[in-house]
């Protein structure tokens, strides 16, 4: 069956730099849990109709909840799931202690319910047209973008080499384990490197602790002709800089956002405007305040 060449969404969203945002009330469809405190939330349109938006892989939805004392939350997830799925989009949250937002998701939401979005927002996506191959390093829930990512260009059938390195805290905490192997045995242009702690009780052969210079070298051929895109807790991402540098990597190739518990709240309009004019291969928050994930 061959795709509307004009459907948005399908073709090549690299075409369209500014994407029309949405703000509007989506219905949660199902929710998974893919580890002890990871839960992905799938929400669909309440009509059953597509979704009224279209987006990049990396960019981020802002999520608004309210408190039993009518107290309004809002913090901003990653979407997960690929723009070619077209009837639902995915978030992942994992549930922070201190997390408002985050806490709200995982305790009190439930299949069923209506949740308050806006987006898309963010410049830290990548579609395929700017590289011919790329390199995805992340760490622990800030897999949820490179996921996006990776799911649009097996989708889309992408002909570059793919790089996907991920560093989890233990076996436990890998997040898309079992569809991330699967596609590794299905796209020969894949190639997968993960590092962690084995979880008692679970199988695990690859390579445990943090990712050195040596595992990342020897991961990636040739790592410093390649773009990277960078995203986890803010101490990971700066070994991993440190790391880069010493390889050789150009500043210009290496592309990140910072991931972590969020301190403050995003309900001020300019916050959003001035993230809207920063480049994408800076870290917006190195201290892992203001705009990060998760909570």
């Not at 892989?57 to 997960?80: C, H, M, N, W």
């Not at 898309?176 to 020969?188: K, M, S, V, W």
């Not at 790592?223 to 991993?240: E, F, N, S, T, V």
Request: with cysteine.
């Amino acid at each position: 069956m061959q795709t509307d060449p004009t459907e948005p969404g399908l073709q090549s969203p690299a075409r369209s730099e500014k994407r029309k945002r949405w703000t509007g009330d989506l219905r949660i469809a199902q929710i998974f849990a893919e580890t002890p405190t990871v839960k992905t939330f799938r929400m669909v349109m309440p009509s059953g109709e597509r979704l009224p938006f279209d987006f990049l892989p990396g960019q981020f939805l802002q999520v608004e909840v309210q408190s039993d004392d009518g107290t309004k939350a809002k913090r901003s997830y990653t979407i997960a799931s690929s723009p070619t799925q077209r009837a639902y989009v995915e978030l992942t949250v994992k549930r922070e202690a201190q997390g408002t937002v985050s806490r709200h998701l995982h305790d009190i939401v439930k299949r069923g319910d209506l949740v308050r979005i806006a987006g898309p927002f963010g410049h830290f996506t990548f579609t395929g047209s700017d590289a011919e191959s790329i390199v995805l390093i992340a760490g622990g829930v800030g897999i949820t973008p490179m996921m996006s990512v990776l799911r649009f260009l097996t989708d889309t059938a992408w002909a570059g080499d793919i790089f996907f390195v991920y560093a989890a805290r233990s076996t436990e905490e890998f997040l898309f384990r079992t569809e991330i192997e699967q596609l590794e045995r299905r796209h020969a242009n894949l190639r997968v490197f993960a590092s962690m702690q084995r979880t008692p009780g679970t199988v695990w052969h690859g390579a445990e602790g943090p990712i050195t210079r040596e595992l990342l070298e020897s991961a990636v051929p040739e790592i410093a002709k390649r773009r990277i895109h960078l995203c986890g807790p803010p101490p990971m991402m700066l070994a991993m800089r440190n790391i880069l540098t010493e390889i050789g990597v150009p500043d210009a190739q290496i592309y990140s956002e910072a991931f972590g518990p969020a301190s403050l709240p995003v309900d001020d309009p300019a916050e959003v405007a001035a993230e809207e004019s920063m480049t994408a291969n800076a870290v917006p928050y190195p201290s892992g305040e203001g705009r990060t994930r998760f909570s």
